[in-house]
């Protein structure tokens, strides 16, 4: 069934009565994303999604699975929609504008008011403990991915003539993922789109280009 589809849950069973009241799943799904994301994977309690959700745990269990489990739906959730920019930028015509897609719409999506401060996958990997190592080598995988994804893009454009023929494609994406992690680190320290944005021209001035 889809998550659109209404779920059945018992909400405060010492209360209810009767036939359990009914929680939308993907609403749900949306608030424990936003938990995970503001709080990390291991800073997020079952307390704290409880009560963002409006359901008991036995009903979170039911819908989700465990609490790995959610934090995996949640963080495809993350991946499918609020950072569905990142696969886009890999669509763009060249290799510069690649990393420029990637980056500004970073900037603009780290520090968006509607959103928690940095990305889901960058601090939720920086604050797992050795308790939560499956979880941080999801995250772990997920950015390795990404990045693989670049090299793969950037070999297409040396070999299209859009990047220099001696260009390490490897060590470009290695560049572009390391200023992404760090604007992520920025925009939860607190600097503006603006500050983001001038980072990222100066860090395009070393694009490589041909001569």
């Not at 209360?15 to 800073?43: I, T």
């Not at 789109?193 to 001035?205: F, G, P, R």
Request: aromatic share 8%.
């Amino acid at each position: 069934m889809s998550n659109e589809i209404i779920t059945e849950a018992v909400i405060q069973p010492a209360k209810q009565r009767g036939r359990p009241l009914a929680f939308n799943q993907d609403e749900a799904l949306d608030k424990a994303l936003n938990v995970f994301w503001l709080r990390g994977y291991e800073g997020a309690t079952m307390a704290e999604l409880t009560e963002a959700l409006g359901i008991n745990k036995p009903s979170i269990y039911a819908a989700f699975g465990n609490k790995e489990e959610l934090f995996r739906k949640a963080l495809a959730k993350y991946l499918a929609g609020p950072a569905a920019f990142v696969g886009e930028a890999l669509n763009e015509t060249t290799a510069r504008q690649v990393a420029t897609h990637f980056l500004t719409r970073a900037a603009e999506f780290l520090t968006h008011h509607n959103n928690p401060r940095g990305c889901m996958v960058v601090q939720g990997a920086l604050s797992c403990g050795a308790g939560s190592a499956a979880i941080q080598q999801v995250l772990i995988a997920h950015r390795k991915s990404y990045e693989n994804a670049l090299v793969q893009r950037f070999e297409l454009a040396k070999a299209q003539g859009d990047l220099p023929a001696d260009v390490n494609c490897a060590s470009l994406a290695k560049y572009l993922t390391t200023i992404h992690q760090g604007l992520s680190v920025q925009a939860t320290s607190g600097a503006t789109c603006d500050e983001l944005k001038s980072v990222i021209q100066i860090a395009m001035q070393n694009w490589p280009t041909k001569h």
